[in-house]
């Protein structure tokens, strides 16, 4: 077994079923300490200080998450990533959650509301005894970031005054701004402070560029599911939009999982037109793909019969109008091989990835059903959509495959299914062997 979400994991822990969580990967949102006799973190030491104040930051930079002590994680060889492999419950006694508070309020800027549990191992355990303590770490609000340790640390495990360091957490690692990141947000909120009055929309979230894409694709009253890739710190009109090899050619030419005939962002009858100094791919009324002048990507997908709908008429209702989710798997996985391979690597820095699903309440519903798509008649067990404006974003992780996992994990959310309802996975990430070996 293995949780999903920050939410399964609680539940396990709750319901002390910790078994239930090895198998996990550690992630953007969870990490894993064993406890050793001083404890998760040794706060007697400045290397001690210094762990737990960028583990937190780091959290807080990403989306938030869990620092989960008392299980031990190791790498497996068939793992990428660290997995959650023996329960290691432990004394109360070995965590001072004052010291951890004052740790926190000294090297970490800004004040983070960070929250402390405790929870018991099963009693009747006869192989093991004690507690598990978690920390759980709020993400910080764009307004407020970023979050930083306000010492630096030597090779030998001694604080540094007077230097500071900004950690961001990514995947199942730390990594840090670079030092001409920092440069460009310090000239940021010093032109901020210059104009009071200006108050631009965060970067994170393109509105504007999802209704303009939606118009030139004709699906205004039309359900659709939108993906978007926007980087952090735009530094303005990127190189190799429109030369030989560049953007304008990747889009041209596409590399794409069942070329021609799959479901993806690729055209036989359109090319990519120059536009406002980006490029717009668009197929109106099925899809359209949109890179602005910054990088940034827009992509619509309407939720009709010709497309997320492909093949699910007669698997639909008066009630509901059915996704398929081999189109819904494909098309997503597609956008990241993309965007992940082609696009990213334009713009240094971090980037956020965002799926909205819109209009998916308009009556006839939109539905999904867990597993694969039915034979028909057998109509499966079709869920409806539960909200008209689903709109979920996420630090980038940059491999396609664990990136359209995340996307999943949040439509699927949508329909009140859990992820691992979709059968073309393997555990945190998409597979495309399993996609290309089904159709």
Known sequence: MAADSMVQLISYL?????????????????????????????????????????????????????????FKAKKRPS????????????????????????????????????????????AADPTASGHYFVIEVPALPESERWALVTRGITENGQFVKGSWTVPIRNGDTTVYLRPDEVYQLVNDGLRTRRAPDAAPTPAADRVRSREDLRVTLGVEETPVLFFQSVPDHPRGIVSGMYGDGGLRDVLTHQSTLRSPYGFNWSSDYKRPEPREGGL??????????????????TAAAAATTDMLGW????????????????????????????????????????????????????????????????????LGSPQPATSNDWNHSWKALGEPERDAYEALRHIYALFGLD?????????????TAKLLETK
């Open 311 to 378: 093949a699910m008429e007669r698997n639909s209702s008066s009630e509901g109008r059915r996704i398929s989710v081999f189109v819904l798997t494909e098309i997503t996985l597609e956008y990241f091989r993309l965007v992940d391979q082609h696009v990213l690597p334009l713009v240094d820095g971090t980037w956020t990835h965002r799926i909205v699903a819109s209009e998916f309440t308009r009556p006839p519903a939109r539905t999904l059903a867990p597993g694969d798509d039915p034979t028909f008649p057998l």
């Open 79 to 122: 793992e990428l990533y660290e997995v959650a492999e023996k329960v290691t419950p432990f004394e109360r006694k070995v965590v001072n959650t004052d010291s951890y508070k004052d740790v926190l309020n000294e090297y970490v800027r800004p004040l983070l509301k960070v929250k402390f549990y405790w929870y018991d191992h099963p």
């Open 280 to 297: 717009l791919l668009a197929e109106p009324p099925r899809r359209g793909l949109l890179v602005e002048s910054d990088g940034t990507v």
């Open 419 to 431: 992820i691992t309802a979709n059968p073309f996975l393997d555990t945190d990430r998409v597979s």
């Open 14 to 70: 709750t319901a002390q079923k910790p078994n239930e969580i090895l198998g996990t990967p550690e992630s953007e949102w969870v990490d894993f300490k064993s406890v050793p006799p001083s404890g998760p973190y040794d706060l007697t030491t400045d290397k001690g200080k210094f762990e737990l104040a960028k583990d937190v930051a780091a959290f807080a930079n990403a989306g938030g998450g869990l620092i989960v002590c008392g």
